[in-house]
């Protein structure tokens, strides 16, 4: 089993849908999780950290649920500005090589 | 500030040759990482670094090495690229959030490499 999983896609949606990911982590000690976005042929950017709480930020929420060793994103409202690709990660403990990355999840936003 | 900044963004090499990608980050982090990215791949992590003077291997260290010898700059070689080789490389680094023992990463722009 991977690390990290995420669902491929593409998830082609309308613009104004509400798209969500899921992703799934093996480790139950993992410690902090994040969301990245990566244009295609450019950098991962950070998206925002998920917090144990939940929380959110403009259009976008992130959830953790430990007990089933997933986390979340969903997208209010999508934008055709949103197609990108998001990346799960997962920093499972405080050593530099904890970090794993997930495959990512394509999202195409259609006008 | 400009933040990491890694050169070349592009270079074709032939099998067998050498190469060093540089990376440097104006942003006083004490980590840096070297991944690589292949087409719809997540990132593996070939290096990391904790500070100058101090390396450790990742994931995917084969075929490649890094030195720390400065806190801005962290190089990756390449000694006898293979076709294997061929990847998009990023380099990263971050600053270590202490109280949620999390590592905020920072990416260059990407090295697009091809080894024919």
């Known amino acids: 089993r991977k690390e990290v999983e995420q669902d491929p896609g593409p998830f082609n949606v309308p613009e104004g849908a509400t798209v969500a990911f899921n992703c799934t982590y093996s480790n139950s000690a993992s410690q902090s999780f994040f969301w990245y976005r990566q244009d295609c042929r450019k950098e991962p950017k950070l998206l925002m950290s998920v917090y144990s709480s939940g929380n959110e930020d403009g259009r976008f929420t992130a959830q953790l649920n430990r007990a089933s060793q997933y986390i979340s994103l969903l997208i209010r409202d999508s934008k055709l500005s949103d197609s990108a690709t998001y990346l799960c990660?997962?920093?499972?403990?405080?050593?530099?090589?904890?970090?794993?990355f997930g495959s990512g999840t394509r999202l195409q936003v259609q006008p | 500030n400009a933040g990491v900044t890694q050169t070349p963004k592009f270079r074709i090499l032939k099998i067998g040759q050498s190469m060093t990608l540089q990376c440097t980050q104006d942003m006083n982090h004490n980590y840096m990482y070297w991944y690589r990215q292949d087409p719809g791949m997540g990132l593996k992590l070939i290096y990391y670094s904790v500070g100058a003077g101090i390396t450790d291997k990742g994931e995917v260290p084969n075929g490649y090495n890094v030195s720390r010898s400065t806190t801005e700059d962290f190089p990756l070689r390449l000694e006898l690229a293979a076709p294997s080789q061929t990847s998009v490389y990023f380099c990263?680094?971050?600053?270590?959030?202490?109280?949620?023992?999390?590592?905020?990463?920072?990416f260059g722009a990407g090295s697009r490499l091809t080894v024919l």
């Open positions: 990263a680094s971050s600053y270590f959030e202490g109280a949620r023992g999390a590592n905020v990463l920072t």
């Open positions: 990660v997962v920093n499972s403990g405080t050593g530099r090589r904890a970090l794993t």
